[in-house]
């Protein structure tokens, strides 16, 4: 089944949990500017359920908080894992991906994680300036890449 909206974002987060509102943050200012042929969404972990969301979609970009890593993001191809583990309440992206094939989902033509990083994630805590800092560098990164990305045979570039 191909989608309506060729290109999902989906953000996790906690935002009650410090710089961990970095993916829900982005997908408010993400949703201010009305970007066509962009579905966004959030949630506070990825489960099995998401798989239905990125059914034949052309991009899925996954955005999360990072604990560690490069300042002031990351943004990299996402291949499936294959390594799932039925007990588990959260999922990694790359597992995310890896559940499509086995219960019969086509997966988007390409993914890609956004991880920003962040410093403080403890409950009640707010936004450190920081996170916030490298919140707006992601966020120009992303506009300036635009949605969909330029194609080369169909498939797009990693």
């Known amino acids: 089944m191909v989608k309506s909206?060729?290109?999902?974002?989906?953000?996790?987060g906690n935002p009650s949990r410090g710089d961990d509102a970095l993916g829900p943050l982005a997908i408010e200012r993400l949703e201010a500017m009305k970007l066509p042929d962009v579905e966004l969404l959030t949630d506070f972990q990825l489960q099995v359920e998401h798989v239905l969301d990125l059914?034949?979609?052309n991009e899925v970009i996954f955005i999360d908080a990072a604990a560690s890593g490069p300042e002031p993001f990351e943004f990299r191809p996402l291949l499936p894992a294959h390594d799932f583990a039925h007990t588990s309440h959260a999922l990694a992206p790359e597992t995310?991906?890896?559940v499509c094939a086995r219960v019969g989902v086509t997966?988007?033509?390409?993914?890609?994680v956004l991880a920003i990083r962040g410093y403080r994630f403890e409950l009640?805590?707010?936004l450190s300036a920081?996170?916030?800092?490298?919140?707006e560098a992601a966020l120009r990164f992303l506009l300036a890449r635009g949605f969909p990305p330029l194609q080369?045979?169909?498939r797009g570039d990693f």
């Open 130 to 135: 920081a996170a916030a800092a490298n919140l």
């Open 124 to 126: 009640g805590e707010p």
């Open 107 to 112: 997966p988007p033509v390409q993914a890609h």
């Open 5 to 12: 909206v060729p290109t999902l974002i989906l953000a996790i």
């Open 96 to 98: 995310v991906l890896g």
């Open 55 to 57: 059914e034949g979609r």
């Open 152 to 154: 080369k045979g169909g």
